[in-house]
């Protein structure tokens, strides 16, 4: 499922994500600075062997309110173009479960838009995650960024 228009790219998927296709879309000639964020599952959590992670959006939700923090980023920033992409499903260790790329006139502005996108995204975009470990046992987690009271 994604939303796209000229400046915004938003995505939720179930396969991988087509890094080269972030690279793509970002990539303008009047922008010299672009910044990415790939967040990657590890093998590991406290001690715990890692095997995969699984996750889960309220879809129409999910890919409202990351537009809107989209959006909200390349007015503030004044980028050229901005793309989050996040997995659904099953995302094994070493694959690529959020992909952020922000393009601007200079570095600065892209790297930190980058920082801000995937700290606000972690903060308030619902889309849950559960961690399996080898053994077998599933565990959901919750992001410490997250701004809203647990249910």
Not at 37 to 54: A, I, M
Not at 95 to 117: M, W
Request: hydrophobic share 40%.
């Amino acid at each position: 499922m994604a939303a796209e228009d000229s400046s915004v790219l938003v995505e939720l998927t179930s396969n991988p994500i087509d890094i080269l296709r972030l690279i793509a879309f970002t990539t303008q000639p009047d922008c010299g600075g672009i910044s990415y964020f790939l967040g990657t599952t590890r093998n590991s959590f406290e001690g715990k062997e890692v095997t995969r992670l699984e996750y889960e959006a309220y879809e129409d939700m999910a890919l409202r309110q990351m537009r809107e923090l989209a959006v909200r980023v390349v007015e503030k920033w004044h980028l050229g173009r901005c793309a989050v992409v996040h997995r659904l499903g099953e995302v094994k260790v070493g694959e690529v479960s959020i992909a952020i790329g922000c393009a601007a006139v200079h570095r600065d502005a892209a790297i930190q838009a980058t920082s801000e996108l995937i700290n606000e995204v972690k903060a308030s975009v619902v889309i849950w995650k559960r961690e399996v470990y080898a053994d077998g046992s599933p565990e959901w987690k919750s992001n410490k960024e997250w701004r809203f009271a647990q249910v």
